[in-house]
């Protein structure tokens, strides 16, 4: 069960924290585009923002599995610092050059906020679900 809060909180925080943020940087006139992209991607034609939810809660099973269990300020430091880290690497080795997007300084910053942010997001909910380690380690 655990794995399913997991994902759902991965899921959730793309499209509240991930892309809240986002919106703020729109905006603010710091990002070119909208966040909320409903334009169909393939091979299934879902709206992209949904197809980045799924693998947020993806990435939001991964981060419980590396950083669930720890408690205190570990818990929360440990989601931000691996959600920024993780998906922006990802993003700016392997999707960016894949889709033939220009990879930048201001990319990279931009990834580790919106992540960071977003592993946030995913603490916050495994919280609210109560599937979070205990409050200190005993």
């Known amino acids: 069960m655990v794995w399913i809060k997991a994902f759902i ?18 905006l603010a006139g710091v990002v070119p585009m909208a966040p ?5 991607v393939p091979p299934l034609g ?17 981060l419980w599995l590396l950083v669930g269990r720890m ?23 392997v999707v ?12 990279w910053v931009g990834g580790l906020l919106l992540n960071g942010f977003w592993g946030l997001g995913v603490a916050v909910f495994m919280v609210v679900m109560g599937a979070r380690a205990p409050r200190t380690a005993a």
């Open 36 to 40: 909320f992209n409903l334009a169909p």
């Open 46 to 62: 879902v709206p992209a923002v949904l197809s980045l939810a799924f693998f947020g809660g993806l990435w939001g099973m991964v």
């Open 96 to 107: 960016f050059p894949m889709k033939g997007l220009e990879v930048s300084a201001q990319t």
């Open 71 to 93: 408690a205190g300020a570990k818990y929360w430091l440990g989601h931000i610092l691996l959600g920024a880290v993780g998906p922006t690497a990802v993003a700016m080795l």
């Open 9 to 26: 909180a991965g899921f959730l925080a793309t499209l509240v924290f991930h892309q809240g943020l986002f919106m703020v940087f729109y």
